[in-house]
């Protein structure tokens, strides 16, 4: 005989047999935290993809830094695929049921602290590889300062900021402006040793001295990358784009801390 399927019958007293209480089984939201975690590697190859877009690579940035960076930027990836081949090489011990329980676990904890050595190493050699970078794009950045012009630099900027001492905010917004300049001041500015000791002979404290400096620093390299000189704008672009590259960073920390078990 032919299967007769039942059917639901209005009529019939809601909740029995013939006409149940239809039930929405909502399905279970994701775990934000399992997300934001898959999502990491994502994030790696996308800060990564805008730093190599954003950076100049042409033969107007040395050759010393274009190696440092594309070095960091691989040790940076390197941490991803070193995490995920890991995690499941030890998932592999903790479910291989030919071994002892006790076996299972010493070879997965040795496999994952294994490659928190690694990773830590390729994280540890990107970190090394941009602070050089940083600090050589910044030199190739500044405008240079000539000797000849050394001293009326020195007294324009004394004439500039002399009423302002004592007024850090209004010290710091001349200084600003004058780190965009392209001419003898704006070189002078971004001396950070000459700015340093400036700032310490005007009784700038060093936490004032050190945030002042930042800002310079940040003008300088804005006005580089928008320069006319193709070897200081080669500089100051990349130097721009590095932020990309400390975000990839630390994005493959968070990947390496999550996928390895560290606290």
Known sequence: MPEITPTSNSMAPVGSEENPIPVNVKPEAPD??????????????????AFRNSADYSA???????QALSAASSAIES?????????????????????????????????MKTAQEAAGESLADADARITVADALLYEAARPTLSAADGMTARADLQMLTQRHVGNSGALA?????????????????????????FLAANGVDSVTSSAILT????????????????????????SLAVTEL???RAAATNYKRHMLGEK
Not at 32 to 47: D, E, F, M, N
Not at 82 to 104: C, M, V, W
Not at 175 to 189: I, T
Not at 215 to 238: C, F, H, M, Q, Y
């Open 32 to 49: 934000p935290v399992v997300t934001a975690i898959a999502a990491l590697p994502g994030a790696v190859s996308r800060h990564t993809a």
């Open 60 to 66: 107007n940035l040395p050759a010393d830094i274009r």
């Open 79 to 111: 941490t991803i695929t070193t995490a995920e081949q890991a995690r499941e090489r030890a998932d592999g011990f903790r479910n291989d049921i030919r071994l002892y329980p006790e076996g299972r676990e010493v070879l997965a904890s040795e496999a």
């Open 173 to 197: 917004d001349v200084l600003k402006r004058a780190a965009q300049r392209n001419d003898a001041v704006g070189a002078l500015v971004a001396n950070s040793t000459y700015l340093t000791d």
């Open 215 to 238: 800002l310079v620093r940040a003008e300088v390299t804005r006005a580089a990358a928008n320069s006319g000189d193709p070897k200081r704008a080669a500089a100051g672009r990349t």
């Open 246 to 248: 400390k975000r990839a």
